[in-house]
């Protein structure tokens, strides 16, 4: 299953809202998790099953979508959110693909 | 607390084969829950996602990499390997092993902090 994301790299100011975009080839049910990459240190698990949160993730990261449409939101975006944020589908568990990313700059 | 680290070359031949290990602290390879895999990133290029092991040694590869890339437990207690070859200069990465909880979903939610892996004659 091949992962797209867009956009490739987004700009939002402190405060904001920010909303990623993630679509899988064929459907991956909810299937779905989401990470946060920075530079220097291992991706973060922020969201699986497309909506739930990892132990001590904000609220202020979301998930939503089912199938093959996904959407991370980051509202009240702060400077600690950069970064690039990865969506990960496993439906053919063991056998994940990986999105190519998108870049968060705040 | 569950944490895993990386070890092996920093720099590697061409042609040669690369072999890394995962030490397991805080948990158990051998946990029945638990798969054990190893992800890689290529500086400023997406993440690939190379193999997963389960503790009885059940290894799967992704298909993209055949006969390259062997994930198996050990060689010591609380450790598991990757192995690949033949290298060239587009296996420089960044690895990392990764454990994924199948007691909730299939995700890797800890991860080692990685080892740049650089390919160089």
């Known amino acids: 299953t091949v992962m797209t994301q867009s956009p490739d790299t987004l700009s939002v100011s402190p405060g904001g809202r920010a909303t990623l975009s993630c679509r899988a080839s064929r459907s991956v049910r909810t299937n779905l998790a989401w990470y946060q990459g920075k530079p220097g240190q291992p991706p973060t698990l922020l969201i699986y099953d497309s909506s739930a949160r990892a132990t001590g993730v904000s609220d202020r990261f979301s998930g939503t979508g089912s199938d093959t449409d996904f959407t991370l939101s980051i509202s009240n975006v702060q400077s600690a959110d950069f970064g690039i944020y990865y969506c990960q589908q496993y439906n053919d568990w063991p056998f994940i693909s990986f999105g190519p990313g998108t870049r968060v700059d705040v | 607390q569950l944490q895993l680290q990386e070890s092996g070359p920093r720099l590697v031949t061409p042609s040669e084969t690369l072999s890394l290990t995962c030490t397991v602290s805080?948990?158990?390879?051998?946990?029945?829950?638990?798969?054990w895999g190893w992800i890689r990133q290529p500086p400023g290029k997406e993440m690939e996602w190379l193999g997963t092991?389960?503790?009885?040694?059940?290894?799967y590869i992704n298909p993209s990499l055949p006969n390259r890339v062997t994930v198996s437990v050990g060689p010591a207690t609380n450790q598991f390997s990757l192995t690949l070859s033949p290298l060239t200069g587009a296996d420089t990465a960044t690895y990392y092993c990764?454990?994924?909880?199948?007691?909730?979903?299939?995700?890797?939610?800890?991860w080692g902090p990685g080892i740049l892996v650089t390919v160089s004659s």
């Open positions: 805080g948990g158990s390879v051998n946990s029945e829950v638990d798969y």
């Open positions: 092991v389960y503790y009885t040694g059940t290894s």
């Open positions: 990764a454990r994924a909880d199948t007691e909730s979903d299939p995700v890797f939610d800890v």
